[in-house]
């Protein structure tokens, strides 16, 4: 068995048998979007995601301002490819696909504060409160819907 089959064994994987669903109450060209993304995306000015060791796994967030030049923007993930995330952060961080959108009218708008996770947290119990964090955020902007990227 390979190293990946043995880890994918023993991976805690959440099983959800109900799956909650929000059914949109408006139009999506009049609904305000904020992007989550699990790439370990943060602001020059942030500190950086704690990546070192599985046993100290950062489940915090970084809250990413709307204007922060996407070129600017950093990773602190070690579990993914980074070879078409450096060719185009959009692949992680979609930050201009969803400004395009809102100049073509077919959403909104995109929130004024973003986030983003690290991916790696093979521990989820642990992301509860970060979750409940960035709801409380995302209600305060009047956000209607979160893009999560998974990565």
């Known amino acids: 068995m ?11 994987w959440v099983r959800s048998n109900a ?12 609904c305000k979007i904020a992007l989550v ?9 942030d500190e950086p995601f704690n990546i070192i060791g599985s046993a100290d796994v950062d489940e915090s967030h970084r809250e990413i301002s709307y204007d922060v ?12 490819n980074k070879a078409f995330s450096a060719q185009d952060m ?16 077919y959403i ?13 947290i093979p521990n989820p119990d642990k992301l509860f409160q970060t979750g409940k964090t960035i709801a409380t955020s995302m209600l305060a902007q009047g956000v ?6 998974p990565v």
Do not use: C
């Open 144 to 149: 209607d819907i979160a893009l999560i990227v």
């Open 90 to 105: 959009n692949v992680i961080y979609p930050i201009e696909r969803l400004q395009t959108l809102v100049e073509e009218f």
């Open 69 to 80: 030049p996407l070129q600017d923007l950093k990773i602190a993930h070690e579990h993914f």
């Open 108 to 120: 909104g708008g995109v929130a004024e504060i973003n986030y983003s996770i690290s991916g790696y």
């Open 2 to 12: 390979s190293k990946l089959e043995q880890f994918i064994a023993r991976f805690p």
């Open 37 to 45: 993304s699990t790439g370990g995306v943060y602001a020059p000015s």
């Open 19 to 30: 799956i909650p669903f929000a059914k949109l109450t408006k139009d999506l060209a009049d």
